[in-house]
Nanobody
Framework: QVQVVESGGGLVQPGGSLRLSCEAS????????MGWYRQAPGKQRELVAV???????NYADSVSGRFTISRDNAKNTVYLQMNSLNPEDTAVYYC?????????????WGQGTQVTVSS
């Protein structure tokens, strides 16, 4: 069992920045692919950004150029730096860890952290 814990959410004004953190347990964090998803009220959960074990990244079009995902394997932590935030970024942000197992991948989710962009 892998524990995934997000932090760093809060209230920010339009144009502001926030950095989310996500810590995942386990001694082989470096092998996990990690991702950030978000879910706004009344909407489906959507992919925001992912980072592979090798450090390759991918972003949703809506956040590309504004958000940056990164990882620190020594701290078992992945970050989401969010800049130029706008009200449409308001959502609960969830972190996931994709952990390799023999013949499969097991996904674990965190509990989510609220991000509210409002003046």
């Amino acid at each position: 069992q892998v524990q995934v814990v997000e932090s760093g959410g809060g209230l920010v004004q339009p144009g502001g920045s926030l950095r989310l953190s996500c810590e995942a347990s386990g001694s082989i964090f470096s092998t996990y692919a990690m991702g950030w998803y978000r879910q706004a009220p009344g909407k489906q959960r959507e992919l925001v950004a992912v980072i592979t074990s090798g450090g390759s990244t991918n972003y949703a079009d809506s956040v590309s150029g504004r958000f940056t995902i990164s990882r620190d394997n020594a701290k078992n932590t992945v970050y989401l730096q969010m800049n130029s935030l706008n009200p449409e970024d308001t959502a609960v942000y969830y972190c996931n860890a994709d952990t390799p197992r023999p013949g499969t991948v097991v996904r674990y989710w965190g509990q989510g952290t609220q991000v509210t962009v409002s003046s």
